[in-house]
C-alpha cells in the first residue's frame, strides 16, 4: 500500500488564481492538487489533498494524519504567523513535516516574516509560486525513503 502524504491548505487558498494573482500566480489549487497527485502517482505515494478556512479543521486533520499519513505539506497561510494551535497539533505528529508558501514572505509585510509552523518544519519551501508544493512532494519522498 502507498505512503500518503497530507497536503493541507489553509485560509483563503481556495481562492488561488483568483485572488492577488500578481503575488499568487494564475494557477488554481485544483491544479496544484492534478500536479502533486501524479508526482505523488510517479512516486509511488498517494496524497490526500485539504483546504480549509478553519484554524479548527486544520487541527483536525493534523490529529488524523497522526494515524493515516506517512508525512504533512503544510501551507498555513495566514495562520503560519498567528497559530500556536497549528504548530502543537503538528508537534504531536511523528512524521516529516514540510512547510510551503508560495511568495516569498521574507519580502513581504514585516508581519509575515514570523513563522509558528517553521519551529515544526523539516523543510521550508518559500518563494517558488506553486511549483513548491511539487518541490515539497520531492523532498518529502526523499525524507521517506
Known amino acids: 500500500m502507498a505512503k500518503t502524504i497530507y497536503i493541507l491548505n489553509g485560509p483563503?487558498?481556495?481562492l488561488l488564481g483568483k485572488r492577488e494573482p500578481e503575488i499568487y500566480g494564475a494557477e488554481t489549487l485544483a491544479d496544484v492538487e492534478k500536479s502533486c497527485?501524479?508526482?505523488a502517482s510517479d512516486k509511488g505515494l498517494a496524497i490526500a489533498f485539504h483546504q480549509s478556512n478553519s484554524e479548527g479543521a486544520i487541527v483536525d486533520l493534523i490529529h488524523e494524519a497522526r494515524e493515516k499519513a506517512a508525512a504533512i505539506i503544510i501551507n498555513p497561510a495566514a495562520y503560519t504567523h498567528t497559530s500556536v494551535a497549528i504548530l502543537d497539533a503538528l508537534n504531536a505528529f511523528e512524521g516529516p513535516v514540510i512547510e510551503v508558501h508560495?511568495?516569498?514572505v521574507h519580502k513581504r509585510e514585516a508581519?509575515?516574516?514570523h513563522s509558528f509552523v517553521s519551529g515544526r518544519a523539516d523543510?521550508?519551501?518559500v518563494g517558488c509560486g506553486?511549483?513548491?508544493?511539487?518541490?515539497a512532494l520531492m523532498r518529502a519522498a526523499k525524507l521517506l525513503d
Request: charged share 15%; hydrophobic share 35%.
Open 111 to 113: 508581519f509575515r516574516h
Open 37 to 39: 497527485g501524479e508526482l
Open 130 to 135: 506553486t511549483q513548491g508544493y511539487e518541490l
Open 102 to 104: 508560495i511568495s516569498n
Open 123 to 125: 523543510g521550508i519551501i
Open 12 to 14: 483563503n487558498l481556495n
